[in-house]
C-alpha cells in the first residue's frame, strides 16, 4: 500500500510497508472530505460507516465508526495534524500527517507507529492500492 503525499517541496510516494520514498509527478486528490458537524476540522476522511476527523485540539482525531453518530478519541500523543486517510480496502488502515511526519494505524485508529522517514511540509495525502 503506497500513500501519496503532497509537500511544500512536491509530492513523493511513501510505500506504508518499507518506507521507501519515490518522487510522484502526478497530483495527490484525495476523496472530497466528508462534511461534518464538528468544530475546528483540519481534515476529514471517509470509507463507509468509518469517519476520521483531524481537529484543533487534544487528542488531535476524532474516529466514528457509525457515519459520525458517535465519536471516539485517538491519537493521544501526537502532534497537531496536517491530514488524513483511510483506505478504500481496509477502513482499519488510516494514515495521520503532523508537519512533516506520517504515522500509520492499522486497527481503526487505537494504536499508531511513526514511519521512519521525514518529509518536508505536508499538505495533503492519499491512499492508493
Known amino acids: 500500500m503506497n500513500v ?3 509537500t511544500v517541496a512536491g509530492s513523493f510516494a ?3 510497508d518499507t518506507d521507501d520514498v519515490e ?3 502526478g497530483e495527490v486528490s484525495p476523496p472530497p472530505a466528508p462534511v461534518l458537524n464538528l468544530p475546528r476540522v483540519v481534515a476529514a476522511a471517509a470509507m ?3 469517519v476520521v476527523a483531524v481537529v ?6 476524532l474516529v466514528s465508526h457509525d457515519s459520525g453518530s458517535t465519536w ?3 491519537g493521544r500523543g501526537l502532534p497537531p495534524g496536517r491530514a488524513i ?4 480496502d481496509d477502513p482499519d488502515l488510516l ?6 511526519l506520517l504515522y500509520v494505524s492499522r486497527n481503526g485508529g487505537v494504536f499508531w507507529s511513526a514511519l521512519a522517514l521525514e518529509l518536508p511540509e505536508i499538505d495533503r495525502l492519499e491512499l492508493r492500492s
Do not use: Q
Open 4 to 6: 501519496l503525499v503532497a
Open 14 to 16: 511513501v510505500d506504508l
Open 23 to 25: 518522487p510522484w509527478p
Open 48 to 50: 463507509g460507516a468509518t
Open 56 to 61: 484543533d485540539a487534544k487528542p488531535s482525531i
Open 72 to 74: 471516539r478519541e485517538s
Open 85 to 88: 486517510a483511510i483506505s478504500d
Open 95 to 100: 494514515v495521520y500527517a503532523g508537519r512533516n
